[in-house]
């Protein structure tokens, strides 16, 4: 199976603040990867999918970039409603996997 | 707006069986892959199996393999996922979600999921 490994497990921001959260993918899966949203208690929310396309409905602070089999997630300026708990998936081949997550938390 | 509503989950003992169910609406149901996904606070979210759009194709994940059986009724815009010899390690929150693109063409996630139901399975 692929491992994706997500880093960090959790960070501390304020609002306004820049984020960038990483998932290394252990081998090759193309630009297949997605990030999540969830908030305690609900159903993760897709942000981004294909490494960089944003969801519609997604706020452009959100953003995702591929450099080979590291992806990652930016948050430009956060907002009091971006804290919660991301997740990277890939999806290019199965089982499909996920990232461990990473808390962004105040 | 999609909606996913599953329903079905509860205490089950272990070696037991039990049925999931999700219906779907607000969305061309028999043009989608779907998928089932669990999570647990100690191993997060775990892919479980999916079914394309027509029903002729499913994947599990390895432990489920050979103990789930995911399936659908698009006559009835429903997903369903049979679990059975069930052990306390598939104790999870099951989601069922959707691909966001039609037929499986682009593997872009899910971007709809339903509310979740909890399984516990307990002696």
């Known amino acids: 199976d692929i491992q994706m490994t997500q880093s960090p497990s959790s960070v501390s921001a304020s609002v306004g603040d820049r984020v960038t959260i990483t998932c290394r993918a252990s081998?090759?899966?193309?630009?297949?990867v997605a990030w999540y949203q969830q908030k305690p208690g609900k159903a993760p929310k897709l942000l981004i999918y294909?490494?960089?396309r944003l969801q519609s409905g997604v706020p452009s602070r959100f953003s995702g970039r591929r450099s080979g089999t590291d992806f990652t997630l930016s948050i430009s300026s956060l907002q009091p409603e971006d804290f919660a708990t991301y997740f990277c998936q890939q999806a290019d081949t199965f089982p499909f996997t996920f990232g461990q997550g990473t808390n962004l938390e105040i | 707006q999609a909606q996913l509503v599953e329903s079905g989950g509860g205490v089950v003992q272990p070696g037991r069986s039990l049925r999931l169910s999700c219906e779907a609406s607000?969305?061309?149901?028999?043009?989608?892959?779907m998928h089932w996904v669990r999570q647990t606070p100690g191993k997060g979210l775990e892919w479980v199996a999916v079914?394309?759009?027509?029903?002729?194709?499913?994947i599990y994940g390895d432990s489920v393999k050979g103990r789930f059986t995911i399936s659908r009724d698009n006559s009835k815009n429903m997903l369903y996922l049979q679990m059975s010899s069930l052990r306390a390690d598939d104790s999870a929150v099951y989601y069922c979600?959707?691909?966001?693109?039609?037929?499986?063409?682009?593997?872009?996630?899910?971007?709809?999921w339903g509310q979740g139901t909890l399984v516990t399975v307990s002696s």
């Open positions: 979600a959707k691909d966001t693109y039609e037929s499986g063409s682009y593997p872009g996630g899910f971007d709809y």
């Open positions: 081998q090759d899966v193309n630009s297949y």
């Open positions: 294909g490494a960089s």
């Open positions: 079914i394309t759009y027509d029903g002729s194709h499913e």
């Open positions: 607000g969305f061309t149901f028999n043009t989608y892959g």
